[in-house]
């Protein structure tokens, strides 16, 4: 079965860029979505399509994706995007979730 | 906009099945795809399946002799059955739904805000 694999954790200082990485086999084959998790709230979609901000995502957020990785990038890190971050992608019909990256912000 | 509530009990003893129901408000359960995410404590997103109302259903190959997904249409509302839980299927499960793009494409763009199954006799 196809697997993504991501960092548990990742820290970053208020203000710095934070990267957050995805690895799948020829993950660059397909699309990548990113989701941020807050405990206790629902997972928020911040980056479908590889690079693609929903309305309402901060211009802070982006993406890439290509060979067998993914990345979700934070430019200008603030507080409140102290989370848990997933990607997220297809395997043929079936959905796969990375394990999730907690972001720390300190 | 979209509303998503999910419903049912909140504890369920071990070997018993688990059913929960997401009532569906804003959009029509005959179009989209439908989903059920689930979050064990300490643990990361896990997919269960999807029912598309005219295509069927796809489950999570890890899952799939335990999960039946099925959708009312009179109500605008679906349902999950997971059969013989134990403690590892404690968790806090979602309904979403997938945007409407081609597959491959398609994403979770509404959630309902969980519900806390608690596998314990």
């Known amino acids: 079965s196809y697997e993504l694999t991501q960092a548990p954790s990742v820290s970053v200082s208020p203000g710095q860029t934070a990267s957050i990485t995805c690895s799948g086999d020829?993950?660059?084959?397909?699309?990548s979505f990113w989701y941020q998790k807050k405990p206790g709230q629902s997972p928020v979609l911040v980056i479908y399509?590889?690079?693609k901000r929903p309305s309402g995502i901060p211009e802070r957020f982006s993406g890439s994706n290509s060979g067998s990785t993914a990345t979700l990038t934070i430019s200008g890190t603030q507080a409140m995007d102290e989370a848990d971050y997933y990607c997220?992608?297809?395997?043929?019909?079936?959905?796969?979730f990375g394990g999730g990256t907690k972001l720390t912000v300190l | 906009q979209v509303q998503l509530q999910e419903s049912g009990p909140g504890l369920v003893k071990p070997s018993e099945t688990l059913s929960l129901t997401c009532a569906v408000s804003g959009s029509s359960i005959s179009t989209y795809y439908w989903t059920w995410v689930r979050q064990s404590p300490g643990k990361g997103l896990e997919w269960i399946g999807y029912i598309y109302m005219t295509g069927g259903t796809n489950y999570n190959p890890s899952l799939k002799s335990r999960v039946t997904i099925s959708g009312d249409t009179s109500k605008n509302q679906f349902s999950l059955e997971l059969s013989s839980v134990t403690a590892a299927d404690t968790a806090v499960y979602y309904c979403?739904?997938?945007?409407?793009?081609?597959?491959?494409?398609?994403?979770?763009?509404?959630w309902g805000q969980g519900t806390l199954v608690t596998v314990s006799s």
């Open positions: 979403a739904r997938l945007a409407q793009r081609p597959m491959g494409e398609r994403y979770f763009d509404n």
């Open positions: 399509q590889d690079n």
């Open positions: 020829n993950l660059g084959n397909k699309f």
């Open positions: 997220q992608a297809w395997d043929s019909t079936t959905v796969v």
